[in-house]
């Protein structure tokens, strides 16, 4: 009888260990709409671990904060109320303060580049720093910049008095320290806030910004490489902990650094399609800075690294070793900004 049903399984293509394997239903959850780049990646990752699992892990993605707020995603995943989601670690100022040097302005130049060379240095520091959940991968989308609906923001000093809402917690310290007021709210939220006059600009990527509805709410755009967001997929870890050896390792092998890389390119190349997007509209102006502006901006934004520091120091961190290992990732896979 054994044999029998052993032959049957083998005629199906079922080997035993698959046989014997408990299937999962993965929740994959994240926060923006189902139109953006995310959404894709999201599925290529989930067909992937189902495709190397033979169907016994299989998924379904839940986009534009179905299971929750943006700001809710990573103790949501600790919590099981998903399985994988997405997360920007800069929503919760202090939490996790090591990510955030690859927030600092003018570090990364590329998406996937940037994305590979901030998941290489992270990994280990994602086992202290998100230790409550299985941490996946980190990556990056283009350097982006100042969007604004009543001015043109040129200088550093033309912060002063507005009103910002910051990609992260980086940003939100830059407008503060440069005399502006922080409006904090999720990307699904910006446009709504700009339009009723609560914020008056916004760090945003580019296509994101056609995306979201935000073009029609600004008008001014500088275009400069000013910062980038850091992001994660992370996963919830007694899912992981009640999977076989096998399934696992199905996991383990799309969260690495190369995966980073194929998250963070197609997202990539989608914002910077954003610029001739938002150049083709009318009412629009999209502006360079000259030399020495940028030079004002960076030196503008010299006193983040200490901050970035100090909060790295209260955690029991180096911040002057771990900017140096992102900086000497970043050269490695050619995303340091000059």
Same mark, same amino acid.
């Given at each position: 009888?054994?044999?029998?049903?052993?032959?049957?399984?083998?005629?199906?293509?079922?080997?035993?260990?698959?046989?014997?394997?408990?299937? &999962?239903?993965?929740?994959?959850?994240?926060?923006?709409?189902?139109?953006?780049?995310?959404?894709?990646?999201?599925?290529?990752?989930?067909?992937?671990?189902?495709?190397?699992?033979?169907?016994?892990?299989?998924?379904?993605?839940?986009?534009? +904060?179905?299971?929750?707020?943006?700001?809710?995603?990573?103790?949501? =995943?600790?919590?099981?109320?998903?399985?994988?989601?997405?997360?920007?670690?800069?929503?919760?100022?202090?939490?996790?303060?090591?990510?955030?040097?690859?927030?600092?302005?003018?570090?990364?130049?590329?998406?996937?580049?940037?994305?590979?060379?901030?998941?290489?240095?992270?990994?280990?520091?994602? *086992?202290?720093?998100?230790?409550?959940?299985?941490?996946?991968?980190?990556?990056?989308?283009?350097?982006?910049? &100042?969007?604004?609906?009543?001015?043109?923001?040129?200088?550093?000093?033309?912060?002063?008095?507005?009103?910002?809402?910051?990609?992260?917690?980086?940003?939100?310290? &830059?407008?503060?320290?440069?005399?502006?007021?922080?409006?904090?709210?999720?990307?699904?939220?910006?446009?709504?806030?700009?339009?009723?006059?609560?914020?008056?600009?916004?760090?945003?990527?580019?296509?994101?910004?056609?995306?979201?509805?935000?073009?029609?709410?600004?008008?001014?755009?500088?275009? =400069?490489?000013?910062?980038?967001?850091?992001?994660? &997929?992370?996963?919830?870890?007694?899912?992981?902990?009640?999977?076989?050896?096998? +399934?696992?390792?199905?996991?383990?092998?799309?969260?690495?650094?190369?995966?980073?890389?194929?998250?963070?390119?197609?997202?990539?190349?989608?914002?910077?399609?954003?610029?001739?997007?938002?150049?083709?509209? +009318?009412?629009?102006?999209?502006?360079?800075?000259?030399?020495?502006?940028?030079?004002?901006?960076?030196?503008?934004?010299?006193?983040?690294? $200490?901050?970035?520091?100090?909060?790295?120091? $209260?955690?029991?961190?180096?911040?002057?070793?771990?900017?140096? *290992?992102?900086?000497?990732?970043?050269?490695?896979?050619?995303?340091?900004?000059?």
């Amino acid at each position: 009888m054994r044999k029998t049903f052993l032959a049957l399984l083998l005629a199906a293509g079922v080997t035993p260990a698959l046989a014997q394997e408990k299937t &999962f239903e993965l929740k994959l959850s994240h926060w923006v709409p189902a139109s953006h780049p995310l959404q894709k990646a999201l599925e290529d990752w989930g067909t992937a671990v189902e495709k190397e699992t033979g169907g016994t892990v299989k998924y379904k993605v839940f986009p534009a +904060q179905q299971l929750g707020k943006a700001f809710d995603h990573y103790d949501m =995943a600790r919590d099981g109320i998903a399985d994988v989601t997405y997360i920007n670690p800069g929503y919760q100022p202090g939490r996790f303060p090591i990510i955030g040097a690859g927030e600092l302005p003018f570090l990364m130049s590329d998406a996937k580049g940037g994305s590979m060379a901030l998941d290489a240095w992270y990994r280990k520091y994602a *086992e202290k720093e998100m230790k409550d959940v299985k941490f996946c991968l980190a990556f990056i989308h283009s350097p982006s910049t &100042f969007h604004s609906r009543l001015k043109k923001i040129v200088t550093p000093e033309d912060i002063k008095g507005m009103k910002i809402r910051p990609a992260h917690a980086t940003m939100a310290n &830059f407008v503060t320290q440069l005399g502006g007021t922080n409006v904090q709210s999720s990307a699904p939220e910006v446009r709504d806030i700009i339009e009723r006059g609560v914020a008056d600009a916004v760090t945003f990527p580019w296509g994101s910004v056609v995306l979201f509805g935000i073009d029609k709410v600004t008008k001014y755009h500088i275009e =400069a490489p000013i910062y980038v967001t850091t992001f994660a &997929f992370v996963m919830n870890k007694d899912k992981y902990n009640q999977m076989s050896d096998r +399934q696992k390792k199905a996991i383990d092998n799309n969260c690495t650094t190369e995966a980073a890389g194929r998250v963070g390119e197609p997202w990539g190349k989608y914002e910077d399609a954003g610029v001739e997007k938002i150049k083709a509209l +009318q009412g629009h102006e999209v502006y360079k800075l000259t030399a020495e502006q940028t030079a004002q901006w960076k030196k503008a934004a010299e006193p983040l690294v $200490k901050t970035w520091g100090e909060g790295v120091k $209260k955690n029991g961190g180096d911040p002057d070793a771990a900017l140096a *290992e992102l900086k000497a990732s970043l050269t490695k896979y050619n995303a340091l900004a000059q």
